[in-house]
């Protein structure tokens, strides 16, 4: 037999688990002024300096490689390298103040942790040691910069290009790659093949594709810095936004649902691209790394994402994305961090680093190194990286939430669950609110 | 005992006796590394929360006093209800639905036929087994074009959904997810279907009651007990429902970071909450998203347990 009293506190106390458990967290980190080091080290003596990176298995060696490097020639800084690909861990161990010297993470990280003083701004060390920031891809350098600082380091980018299959062009009766978005759209038609019962077998082009990169076809940008105005709304956005939905409704969502599941993993030999079930694909850097791995057969071309047809001058967009370094705050040898860190940028390191994990350098001096002559389809990729019209999603304190809540409602649009007005509306509506 | 109390009424009245008072401080020394640690890691933390979800909060800079800026903010957020709704759904099919299939199992297990410990053991695993595996087990049997499932229901001539693609299917997808570790609450029946008295069942069937009279009758009202605990519980798990929704819906269809599966179907309250805290970066958001989540499983605990006066029947009454 249960009394009442017993259940009541029983119940009350499971209830406060289940609002602790959910709400909890680390006690408020004690204010740290990270930034402000003073440079009147002592005698040196042996530091040693911990440094995450998001990097596994191949990749991570190559970096163990530099970090071996660099502590053979510093017998004074030596680095410890930790591959750790958890980024919520960096989260944790900065808020508890015991942060790595040294850390990677993603350029869309960068501005929303720094502008909230997770992040050393590095610019008083620039400055001081005069690091030429003139050499980097503005579009890779604008994403770890906000309002006059630069939190970060961009080590490596990622841009998209066109991939198409040679051999389901030519099937189609295509003698290149289409060159505009209506000649996109008429080889998405063509190339996508259904089986006689109207099952999807091939598809020109998957029409959730990132609409990041099509919004700069169609000259769309999403934050108005000057009027301190998001704009998913704005004209060049939206096309892109009807551009995917547009290729969606030709199919719908059942049977690209079915479709979708019938595709092999991304990093295999059943990627549907090498596979043939995707003619076209757009994709980074990386991808003739693994068609050389996964299906060395495959007769493929890398070619400009398409523009707009009404407007030549955006010829050649691209959005971009970067890998950086940077200082946590609160690090005891801010010095030392930094000095690890420029030499990791250096184009010396930066080129090896880069070429044996096949990303892009970020900065413009290394796109005619010999380095990555052998490595498959960088020229294309290298050259690419110097159009004017790539572009990075804008770095603000809220560009995580945007991005969220656009691929949420972009996700919506598609399925036909709200209208693409009101879609966009309610993405400005709810970013606009964190805009400060 | 009677006797003893009875002898000290006078000292009673003034408390405790020495003797008393110094078991009392041994009891509270011996249990202090539990006090201590509930106060650290539930009570402060509670307490902390319901500070926080007054203030923006973003970890690295002192909290600001916003007052109930992040309640209306909350009222205002179309995530909001989308998760309450997703997270309705599951408590209300997916909790009976998974207790009905416990008991039917453990009814099942009760039985004594030959090798039933084996059986057991075998419905049992699946508990023992982390959420994480067995939600990567499922992406693989739920998989439409090679998954167990759908060979299955292709051989029967049923139709075979796009299991975790459809927005249409990603939630019963979990509840049967939910039905496959009801080995859990089937042991827990099953103790309790050993403690019904056979006698019972015998003087029913000697008045002629049938099976599914006897079940009624005597079996449910037996349960009744254990069937308001794991209600209870099990509404509890589902408004906290996490790991499933995380693995199956990581990255998945429109790419993006964002949690929550295709068409946010798989957006649950306590995975809304952890995109607001830890990707977001809004503790105070945050907080007052599990405040609010308290107040609702409050609400609806007190609701059973209110109504469970009428179906609840305990030996001792």
């Given at each position: 037999m249960m009394r009442k009293g017993s259940t009541w506190g029983l119940i009350l106390v499971l209830l406060v688990t289940l609002v602790s458990g959910c709400g909890?967290?680390?006690?408020p980190s004690s204010?740290?002024?990270?930034?402000?080091?003073?440079?009147?080290?002592?005698?040196?003596e042996k530091v040693q300096l911990s440094f995450w990176y998001g990097w596994t298995g191949p990749e991570a060696e190559a970096l163990e490689k530099l970090i071996k490097k660099w502590n053979e020639a510093n017998p004074d800084i030596q680095v410890k390298g930790l591959s750790q690909s958890d980024y919520q861990k960096q989260l944790t161990a900065i808020t508890g103040g015991n942060p790595p010297d040294v850390a990677s993470n993603f350029g869309s990280d960068v501005v929303p942790w720094g502008e909230r003083g997770a992040m050393m701004p590095l610019d008083d060390y620039i400055q001081k040691d005069n690091?030429?920031?003139?050499?980097?891809?503005p579009a890779a350098l604008s994403s770890s910069q906000s309002n006059g600082k630069t939190y970060a380091i961009p080590i490596a980018m990622h841009v998209s290009m066109l991939f198409y299959n040679k051999d389901l062009l030519e099937k189609a009766g295509f003698s290149g790659p289409p060159e505009t978005m209506s000649q996109l759209k008429e080889y998405i038609a063509k190339l996508s093949v259904k089986e006689d019962?109207?099952?999807?077998?091939?598809?020109?082009?998957?029409?959730?594709?990132?609409a990041y990169t099509f919004s700069y076809a169609y000259?769309?940008?999403?934050?108005?810095a000057d009027q301190k105005q998001v704009t998913p709304d704005n004209a060049g956005v939206k096309a892109a936004v009807e551009f995917g939905k547009g290729i969606w409704d030709q199919f719908g969502s059942k049977e690209l649902d079915r479709f979708a599941s019938g595709l092999g993993q991304?990093?295999?030999?059943?990627n549907p691209f090498f596979t043939g079930k995707y003619a076209m694909t757009i994709d980074g850097e990386w991808l003739p790394t693994f068609i050389k791995q996964y299906a060395p057969n495959l007769k493929y071309g890398i070619a400009p994402i398409p523009y707009d047809e009404n407007n030549?001058?955006?010829?050649?967009p691209g959005n971009v994305s970067t890998s950086v370094f940077y200082i946590p705050k609160g690090v005891k040898h801010p010095e030392e961090s930094w000095k690890f860190l420029k030499w990791m940028a250096e184009p010396e390191q930066m080129a090896e680093f880069t070429a044996a994990i096949g990303n892009l350098p970020t900065?413009?001096?290394?796109?005619?190194?010999?380095?990555?002559?052998?490595?498959?389809?960088?020229q294309e990729f290298l050259q690419y990286?110097?159009?004017?019209?790539l572009h990075s999603f804008p770095a603000t304190s809220f560009s995580t939430e945007y991005m969220t809540e656009f691929s949420n409602q972009y996700n919506a649009i598609l399925r036909g669950d709200i209208g693409v007005d009101e879609g966009l509306k309610r993405v400005k509506d709810k970013i606009q609110a964190l805009v400060k | 005992m009677r006797d003893s109390v009875s002898g000290k009424t006078s000292l009673r009245r003034k408390g405790w006796t020495r003797k008393e008072w110094h078991y009392f401080w041994l009891g509270l020394i011996f249990a202090s590394p539990w006090i201590i640690g509930f106060l650290i890691f539930t009570v402060y933390p509670f307490f902390s929360s319901l500070y926080f979800s007054l203030t923006e909060y973003d970890l690295f800079n002192p909290p600001r006093w916003v007052g109930m800026d992040n309640y209306k903010a909350i009222m205002k957020d179309h995530n909001f209800y989308k998760s309450i709704s997703n997270t309705l759904f599951m408590a209300f099919i997916s909790v009976p639905v998974t207790l009905f299939s416990s008991l039917l199992i453990a009814m099942l297990l009760n039985?004594?036929?030959?090798g039933i410990n084996y059986y057991r053991t075998i419905f049992y695993l699946p508990a023992v087994i982390p959420g994480v595996a067995s939600a990567l087990l499922w992406t693989w049997m739920l998989?439409?074009?090679?998954g167990l499932v759908n060979i299955f229901l292709r051989w029967a001539g049923l139709p075979d959904p796009a299991w975790l693609l459809d927005p249409q299917f990603t939630k019963p997808s979990l509840i049967l997810m939910g039905l496959w570790g009801s080995g859990a609450g089937a042991l827990i029946f099953l103790a309790a279907l050993q403690g019904v008295p056979q006698t019972y069942y015998e003087a029913a069937e000697v008045d002629g009651a049938n099976w599914w009279y006897r079940f009624w009758k005597i079996t449910v009202p037996a349960l009744s007990p254990i069937i308001l605990f794991q209600l209870i519980m099990g509404l509890i798990g589902a408004f906290q429902i996490f790991t499933e929704s995380y693995i199956l819906a990581g990255?998945?269809?429109?790419?993006?970071?964002?949690?929550?599966g295709p068409a946010q179907s798989l957006l649950f309250y306590a995975v809304n909450l952890y995109q607001e805290a830890?990707?977001?970066?809004k503790m105070g958001y945050a907080s007052a998203l599990a405040w609010i989540l308290f107040i609702i499983v409050m609400l609806i605990t007190l609701l059973v347990l209110k109504t469970s006066k009428r179906w609840v029947y305990y030996g001792g009454e």
């Open positions: 909890s967290k680390d006690t204010e740290k002024e990270g930034g402000e080091a003073k440079s009147v080290d002592t005698p040196k690091v030429d920031l003139s050499d980097f891809v019962g109207g099952k999807l077998q091939q598809l020109g082009l998957w029409p959730g594709v990132d000259g769309g940008s999403y934050y108005d991304y990093m295999s030999p059943q030549a001058s955006l010829k050649d900065r413009t001096s290394l796109q005619t190194h010999e380095i990555y002559k052998d490595v498959p389809g960088f990286s110097s159009s004017p019209n | 039985f004594k036929v030959k998989n439409p074009d090679f990255g998945k269809a429109g790419g993006g970071n964002s949690l929550g830890f990707i977001n970066l």
